[in-house]
């Protein structure tokens, strides 16, 4: 088992990385948990493969156990869900002092860390990633939120699990659709701070090598978020660098209202279109958008922006989260391995995504 320890003023936790560690998870939860109550949210994809287990070995070490089973998708990532979570807990008389497990994706963490970080003021929970996307980046760091019509994680806050288990194994049973989705987030790791995950990546000749190295893969990306995030904990300096991508990715992903691509994939159409805008401008050093052009379509990844109205897209990073005092920051490579925060004026953005 590989580990890695995020530490931080106010709370410490473990990253916990093992190949077929959900057949252990009782046990694992046990140390760390003397409670008896657990309430386990996941959503009906992951429920038809790794539920019963999951309950079985925590049943096993004396827990006792509820779950709640939402829709799959980012449609659910809402304030309505959320108040179906909590009419859920308050059914089954949760208190302060009981545990709640997040067994999931990317949507199901951030809901159910939300949920954990408000009701009754707070509750303890564990996060289980089971797609690439959430083990390698939304489970680690404490950024838990739903999304509003208006746009995407516009309710959260930072609020940290008390430990992350991540199972290489449940990576065997993704469509080939959502690992490369969580693919997207690994080439950003690269492309950010360390080249040799893209290099290593690009060499690979097929999923099952990938899969083959997956542990030293996620060990390379959760590392550079423990460290970003224990310098940077509350967004407002380095870890701002985590988004590159992001802020063009969600406007694609809320203009198609979550319908057309996903989180990966608009990810990707923005760490693409901003790079080739920013090499045209000099600020990017030439040949990296190429680079990034050959592993996105290596894993099968969309480079281009759709057919899209662009003044709609610009009225949607106006509403952005990150956008402040008639300005944003955007993030750019300088070169493959290295990125710079470019605070830019709002009514300015068109010139890097038009």
């Known amino acids: 088992m590989s580990t890695i320890n995020i530490n931080l003023k106010h709370t410490k936790y473990t990253i916990h990385i093992e190949k077929g560690l959900l057949d252990s998870i009782g046990e694992n939860v046990y140390r760390i948990y003397k409670g008896k109550k657990i309430v386990l949210v996941t959503d009906k994809n992951v429920e038809k493969f790794y539920l019963e287990k999951v309950l079985k070995s925590l049943r096993d070490n004396k827990f006792e156990v509820e779950y709640i089973s939402i829709k799959p998708g980012e449609q659910s990532k809402t304030l309505n869900t959320l108040e179906e979570v909590y009419k859920k807990f308050c059914e089954y008389e949760l208190k302060r002092g009981d545990l709640i497990i997040s067994l999931g ?14 009701y009754l003021r707070g509750i303890k929970y564990i996060q289980i990633p089971t797609s690439l996307l959430a083990q390698v980046d939304s489970s680690i760091g404490g950024k838990v939120a739903v999304d509003l019509p208006y746009g995407k994680n516009l309710v959260g806050s930072f609020y940290h699990p008390q430990a992350v288990f991540i199972d290489t194994k449940v990576l065997n049973t993704l469509e080939e659709k959502f690992f490369n989705d969580g693919m997207a987030e690994v080439i950003k790791y690269g492309l950010i701070r360390d080249k040799t995950i893209v290099d290593s990546i690009s060499n690979y000749s097929n999923k099952e090598e990938v899969l083959d190295n997956i542990e ?21 300096g380095e870890r701002m660098i985590l988004n590159f991508g992001h802020t063009l990715g969600h406007c694609v992903e809320k203009y198609f209202n979550y319908e057309a691509y996903t989180h990966g994939e608009a990810v990707a159409i923005g760490m693409a279109h901003i790079t080739k805008r920013s090499e045209n401008m000099g600020i990017t050093e030439k040949g990296t958008f190429d680079y990034i052009k050959q592993v996105l379509q290596k894993y099968k990844l969309p480079l281009e922006m759709p057919n899209i109205d662009y003044n709609e897209l610009c009225k949607i990073i106006r509403r952005d989260k990150k956008a402040e005092e008639g300005s944003i920051n955007l993030i750019m490579l300088t070169k493959v391995g290295e990125s710079r925060i470019i605070n830019t004026d709002i009514d300015d953005i068109e010139k890097y995504i038009i």
């Open 105 to 118: 994706g990317g949507v199901v963490g951030d809901l159910t860390g939300f949920a954990a970080a408000t």
């Open 216 to 236: 030293e893969i996620i060990y390379k990306c959760c590392s550079i978020k423990k460290s970003v995030v224990e310098n940077d904990e509350k967004d407002i």
